[in-house]
Every structure is written in structure tokens, then in C-alpha cells.
């Protein structure tokens, strides 16, 4: 979507650290999400975070919002290379049940 | 496996063709959203139904429809098909229209030649 801009793709060493970033316009963005896509599978919801909180931690995975520059990031600590995938930001906004979904950022995990 | 399955999983079919797509939402959810996934466009929200009624509508074209069953399943229908509807269409569902993040099918490839 074009309210959602993501880097196209991040190449990371196994075992180091992953951050994708991902950018939004909508102010009143209610709910910021990160999916997962593996080859020829459907999209995972990975994790979520309400717009009101600043950072929200799920094992490996770390997402930070910053609200002011509309600004959300994922890390992923230890990549493996199962976490090779297509990763896309969405967003919610109030009454609009629909998602809107950056271009994705596709990680590549080299050993 | 998510729960929500869609069928077919792959569509091959020529210009000026019309086909149905299925999708049975996970057990318990009763909104259903459609979203197509295309290299140009990216993933574009085309519609969705919460009970059987249509809720919010997306970049749809004319040539397309949906509906929702009373058993909750959902097709979607694509006529008169174009090269540029070949596209990855994924099913999704959630509990509730404002359910946060929902669970996505595996998608239905359609190619048309």
C-alpha cells in the first residue's frame, strides 16, 4: 500500500541480528503488524502492537514504534536461516477493518 | 495449517474466462477478507464480509464479486479474466470486523494464459 513504505530487502548473517524497517502516514493508525511469508505459503501474523505502547518484546522478536516519526521497526535476535522469508509491516486505522500492507522486505539468511 | 483453507491452491485458465475461488474461514470466524497479491501492486485489500454481509469494500473492479454463506464459507468470483489478474488471491478470516490481525490462507494462484 502506499501509506506503508518498506525496504525492498535485507541480506543477514546467521546468528547476527535482523532490523526491518517500515514507515506509515496514517497518524490514527490504531494497530502496526509484522507478517511472515515463506515461498508459496500465506502470509503469518508474527506479532502486533497497539498503537499507544512504544515497544513490544515476543521471544526473538522486538518491535518498536516510534509514534512521532511513524516509524516501526522488527528485530529478529539470532537469525536463523529459517527466518528467510518475505516480512511485511500493515496497519490498521479505526472503523477501517482492512489492513494496508507495505511492498514487504525480503531477508536472506547466509551462513 | 491456519484453519483457513482455500481451494484450489493453483488455476490456470484463458482471457475472457470466469472463475470461482473458495475459501473456508478457520473455525469460529465469522469475517472474511479477500486481498490480492500481485508483483506490480503488492497486497490489495478487495473485500470483506462479517456474517454473511458485505462490510467494506476495497479496490475491487466490476468484474469481480464476492459472497458469503450462511455456513460462513466464501467464494470469489472473476469474469471476464485479464492477463493482469494473474495474481496470488489469499482468504482471510478473523473472529470479529475489528479482531486484530487475522489469519491468512494459503492463497489460490491464478494464472490465465
Known amino acids: 500500500g502506499e501509506d506503508v513504505e518498506q525496504s525492498l530487502f535485507l541480506s543477514v548473517r546467521e546468528g547476527d541480528s535482523s532490523v526491518i524497517n517500515c514507515t506509515y502516514t496514517?497518524?490514527?493508525?490504531?494497530?502496526l503488524y509484522w507478517y511472515k511469508q515463506e515461498p508459496g505459503a500465506g502470509l503469518q501474523l508474527l506479532t502486533y502492537i497497539f498503537s499507544n505502547m512504544d515497544m513490544k518484546q515476543d521471544q526473538r522478536l522486538t518491535v518498536l514504534l516510534n509514534k512521532k516519526d511513524k516509524h516501526l521497526s522488527l528485530r529478529i535476535a539470532d537469525t536463523q536461516t529459517g527466518d528467510s522469508a518475505i516480512y511485511f509491516c500493515a496497519e490498521s486505522t479505526p472503523g477501517d477493518y482492512k489492513l494496508s500492507f507495505g511492498a514487504g522486505t525480503t531477508v536472506t539468511v547466509r551462513a | 495449517d491456519s484453519g483457513v483453507t482455500q481451494t484450489p491452491k493453483h488455476l490456470i485458465t484463458a482471457t475472457g474466462q470466469r472463475v470461482t475461488l473458495r475459501c473456508s474461514p478457520r473455525s469460529g470466524d465469522l469475517s472474511v477478507y479477500w486481498y490480492q497479491q500481485s508483483l506490480d501492486q503488492g497486497l490489495q485489500f478487495l473485500i470483506q464480509?462479517?456474517?454473511?454481509?458485505?462490510?467494506a469494500k476495497g479496490n475491487i473492479l466490476e468484474r469481480f464479486s464476492a459472497q458469503q454463506f450462511p455456513d460462513l464459507h466464501s467464494e470469489l468470483n472473476l469474469s471476464s479474466l485479464e492477463l493482469g489478474d494473474s495474481a496470488l488471491y489469499f482468504c482471510?478470516?478473523?473472529?470479529?470486523?475489528?479482531?486484530?490481525?487475522?489469519?491468512f490462507g494459503s492463497g489460490t494462484r491464478l494464472t490465465v494464459v
Open positions: 496514517d497518524s490514527s493508525s490504531t494497530y
Open positions: 464480509y462479517y456474517n454473511g454481509e458485505e462490510r
Open positions: 482471510a478470516s478473523s473472529v470479529s470486523p475489528d479482531d486484530y490481525g487475522y489469519t
